[in-house]
């Protein structure tokens, strides 16, 4: 019976173990990793309304050029957490929602830099991480 016993608590000591080390590696990647949020339209609206301050990036899934600009907002997310980056899909909105909105036209993708509620710059098309991270820290 004592044998038993013993045998069953080295399988339970190295289930914790597996269980602590998987716990951890969890944690640290919750800790390190972050992403832009994505927004609906509305959403834009209403921070807009209340002449908020935030990078935006105008996309659309239907376009190959933003899918790949999502990677390098991620990487700028996770080195960067200054800054959150709003991402809204323009997809399904209508084509004349940013001029109505934040009063300029947009092709996808677009990053923004608003300020109060107003677009401060804005740069067309997919940057690469460096020229992001300059945008944004020189108009930030």
Known sequence: MKAFFKKAWKEISVFGIVLVVFLALFAY?????????????????????????FVLVAGSSKDSYSASYQEVLTKYQTKNRKHKI????????????MTKTL?????????????????????????QYYYLYDFIKSNM
Do not use: F
């Open 103 to 127: 009063h300029v036209a947009v092709t996808t993708p677009t990053t923004m830099i608003v300020k109060k509620g107003q677009v401060k710059a804005q740069k067309a098309g997919a940057m």
């Open 29 to 53: 990647r919750q800790a390190t990793y972050a992403t832009y949020k994505t927004i609906t339209t509305a959403q834009l609206t209403k921070m807009v309304e209340k002449k908020e301050s």
């Open 86 to 97: 709003y991402y809204v899909d323009l997809a399904n909105a209508k084509s004349d929602y």
